[in-house]
């Protein structure tokens, strides 16, 4: 399955419907209460707590955007479906800020349900109980509801296991998988979504943080290099990296490996620095003048760093190409983090906006030099996954992704 050979049999192209946009919408809640969680502890062990209770928030998104991809949902029964794991995704939002005190069943049953809800979508589909939604419902469903009648020690390292058994499912079941036949427009443009999902979170945290500052000079010049930062980050996936993605799914040889690797991890990595810069904006925005404590930085800059070097990672599963420009900005944003921790946060955030405005200038006249020189239509060959990128010797859409 999955050939550039077969593209020629696959159905039409696929859309994203009306249900899976008001599904999102519990999403944006979610990732807010994921970033709360965050905001209130972030050094290391706060850190990995957020990041266990993301992964089971991620995984559900994940399991019905793929039971959406391969599946016709516009029907009465799969909305119905895709509406009732919209309502366990909202119980799982909503348990989060006390998922390590008293609501850690109530996050634990809310995956659970959304697991088994999914799988008896699919439970027409032969042998799908021996697959990813199988371990979702028979394994890391009741590991998360355990969890949550554990004490907090205990509950992190349960939960990580039933983040460990959900992450490790599609690579264990790959040969299970082979016969799954992915629409390669509708996936690329379902992950974008939920990207965007967590840049608005970025908007989030630099707007709730400004509407109750004083907003003299010093706040307003905070603010704007913030949205520079979240626009830069929005620049470098959506005006190149979207087009090479959706393109490396047309022409793979397994598109399930490209489903798997690039989307269904690389976006986890993605949304997870886009929420870690999101909380950093928050701690940087409130009060421009004073020393940001190391672990705000590490949000801020790690994030952003995590996020570049996310693309080599894409890049190089995609198409065995490595990200030269994305990785070496990433090494420039992760050095300077030491230094950050002694300058006023308006530093911080004015040095990091600066960077990534130099990379996104970088990355464009590259493209553009290189469109120039072959004749080609800079945007054409971005989507159409031709010439720009193989012109620097690259067999990469849009050059620099």
């Not at 050094?43 to 599946?71: E, M, S």
Request: charge should be neutral; proline fraction near 4%.
């Amino acid at each position: 399955m999955g050939s550039a050979g077969e593209s020629a049999g696959d159905p039409g192209e696929k859309r994203v419907t009306w249900a899976e946009l008001y599904f999102d919408l519990v999403f944006v809640f979610a990732i807010t209460q994921v970033s709360g969680l965050l905001h209130h502890h972030h050094d290391w062990a706060g850190v990995a707590r957020a990041l266990v209770v993301f992964v089971p928030v991620y995984w559900c998104w994940v399991g019905t955007t793929v039971q959406a991809n391969i599946r016709d949902v516009d029907t009465a029964r799969d909305r119905l479906g895709i509406l009732t794991v919209g309502l366990t995704g909202l119980v799982m939002a909503l348990a989060v800020p006390g998922a390590y005190g008293g609501r850690g069943v109530l996050l634990g049953a809310g995956y659970w349900a959304a697991r088994v809800v999914l799988l008896l979508l699919l439970v027409r589909v032969p042998g799908v109980w021996r697959g990813p939604y199988g371990v979702g419902a028979l394994v890391s469903g009741p590991l998360l509801v355990v969890g949550g009648l554990l004490p907090e020690g205990p509950r992190v390292w349960l939960w990580a296991l039933a983040a460990l058994c959900d992450l490790s499912a599609p690579v264990v079941f790959r040969r299970r998988l082979a016969d799954v036949s992915y629409h390669p427009a509708h996936m690329p443009e379902r992950f974008a979504l939920f990207l965007l999902v967590a840049l608005g979170e970025s908007i989030v945290g630099i707007g709730a943080t400004a509407a109750a500052a004083r907003l003299d000079a010093a706040e307003l010049v905070a603010v704007t290099a913030a949205f520079t930062i979240s626009a830069g980050l929005w620049w470098q996936y959506f005006v190149y990296a979207a087009d090479a993605m959706r393109h490396a799914v047309v022409v793979a040889d397994s598109r399930r490996d490209v489903v798997r690797r690039v989307f269904q991890y690389g976006h986890l990595a993605l949304a997870a620095a886009v929420i870690a810069v999101a909380v950093g904006f928050g701690e940087t925005v409130a009060d421009p003048r004073r020393a940001l404590g190391a672990g705000s930085v590490a949000l801020l800059y790690g994030g952003c760093g995590l996020y570049l070097l996310t693309f080599g990672y894409t890049r190089w599963m995609m198409f065995r190409s490595v990200a030269t420009t994305r990785i070496g900005a990433a090494a420039v944003v992760l050095a300077l983090a030491p230094l950050m921790v002694r300058w006023p946060a308006i530093t911080a955030l004015v040095v990091l906006a600066v960077l990534l405005v130099a990379l996104n200038v970088v990355e464009h006249l590259r493209v553009a030099r290189a469109a120039v020189g072959e004749g080609i239509d800079e945007r054409a060959g971005g989507a159409a996954g031709e010439g720009v990128g193989e012109v620097v010797g690259d067999p990469v859409v849009g050059g620099p992704v």
